[in-house]
T-cell receptor
Framework: DVKVTQSSRYLVKRTGEKVFLECVQD?????MFWYRQDPGLGLRLIYF???????EKGDIPEGYSVSREKKERFSLILESASTNQTSMYLC???????????FGPGTRLTVL | DAKTTQPPSMDCAEGRAANLPCNHS???????VYWYRQIHSQGPQYIIH???NNETNEMASLIITEDRKSSTLILPHATLRDTAVYYC????????????????FGQGTILTVHP
């Protein structure tokens, strides 16, 4: 079974804090993704990576950065958290040659 | 990628087949149809995908019309655990390079399975 794990299910941070969201996959997938999901807006792609140390902006990268130092791990960083970044964050991974993606359970981040 | 249209909600009785339609009338020849679902408070889950031929796996069957303008996801014996939002996504299968995986999830169909 493909397993994608995220470091926390729930997280509460204060405005201005630096936030790290970690994602680990165990299927040796080349591609990894970070989405956020908000009511009425669906899933929106923040960043993705198709190889170690490679990253590409998704549809809403502003206010976020990412790091992929190892193939199995993809981190999302909020440099200075703001209240409008309160959301459900979903990580996914997938092989390089299809659009099959496997999602983690999500992290519900609240920024106060 | 082609746009998809799905009904906002559907109901199904437990144990019966759930047939979820998707319209993708602008699909082009190299675009695949993917289905995902999202159960409440969980991440989306891949179900099945296909290009032209009908596909079946342990979760569902995918029926694609001959002109490929629409498809139906079939859950043969729906259970209460199948209550979820179901997303139909059309994607170019050979875009290559960094285009893979940039899925766009629309609003989907909320399937409610009743006892």
């Amino acid at each position: 079974d493909v397993k994608v794990t995220q470091s926390s299910r729930y997280l509460v941070k204060r405005t201005g804090e630096k936030v790290f969201l970690e994602c680990v996959q165990d299927m040796d997938h080349e591609n990894m993704f970070w989405y956020r999901q908000d009511p009425g807006l669906g899933l929106r792609l923040i960043y993705f990576s198709y190889d170690v140390k490679m990253k590409e902006k998704g549809d809403i990268p502003e206010g976020y950065s990412v790091s992929r130092e190892k193939k199995e791990r993809f981190s999302l960083i909020l440099e200075s958290a703001s209240t409008n970044q309160t959301s459900m964050y979903l990580c996914a991974s997938g092989p390089s040659d299809t659009d099959t993606q496997y999602f983690g359970p999500g992290t519900r981040l609240t920024v106060l | 990628d082609a746009k998809t249209t799905q009904p906002p909600s559907m109901d199904c009785a437990e144990g019966r087949a759930a047939n979820l339609p998707c319209n993708h009338s602008t699909i082009s020849g190299n675009e695949y149809v993917y289905w995902y679902r999202q159960i409440h408070s969980q991440g989306p889950q891949y179900i099945i995908h296909g290009l032209k031929n009908n596909e079946t796996n342990e979760m569902a069957s995918l029926i694609i019309t001959e002109d490929r303008k629409s498809s139906t996801l079939i859950l043969p014996h729906a259970t209460l655990r199948d209550t979820a939002v179901y997303y139909c996504i059309v994607r170019v299968g050979d875009a290559g390079g960094t285009s893979y995986g940039k899925l766009t999830f629309g609003q989907g169909t909320i399937l409610t399975v009743h006892p």
